[in-house]
């Protein structure tokens, strides 16, 4: 079993920054990659940022150059740092392990509001 805990969501005013952290527990693979992911009222469920167990990243076009997505393997923790945030951000963010051969799991999400 694992568990995918979220913490670091709130509201912040338009320019402000936001660092969003998610701790992995339970059956952990060596190999794996842990992301996040967004959705908006009316909107479908989009990645946000990756990060594999390699350290290989990838990014919403939408977020590049404004969010960074990083991990402590030690800790199986995957952060997200959030800076020049916009109100088209706002969202609730969840948090994604996937272990490949269908062992993909989701934390509870986190809400983010970014005020104009």
């Known amino acids: 079993q694992v568990q995918l805990v979220e913490s670091g969501g709130g509201l912040v005013q338009a320019g402000g920054s936001l660092n969003l952290s998610c701790r992995a527990s339970g059956n952990i693979f060596s190999v794996n990659t842990m992301g996040w992911y967004r959705q908006a009222p009316g909107k479908q469920r989009e990645l946000v940022a990756a990060i594999t167990s390699g350290g290989s990243t990838n990014y919403a076009d939408s977020v590049k150059g404004r969010f960074t997505i990083s991990r402590d393997r030690a800790k199986n923790t995957v952060y997200l740092q959030m800076n020049s945030l916009k109100p088209e951000d706002t969202a609730v963010y969840y948090c994604?392990?996937?272990?490949?051969?269908?062992?993909?799991?989701w934390g509870q999400g986190t809400q983010v509001t970014v005020s104009s």
């Open positions: 994604n392990l996937d272990q490949r051969y269908g062992f993909v799991y």
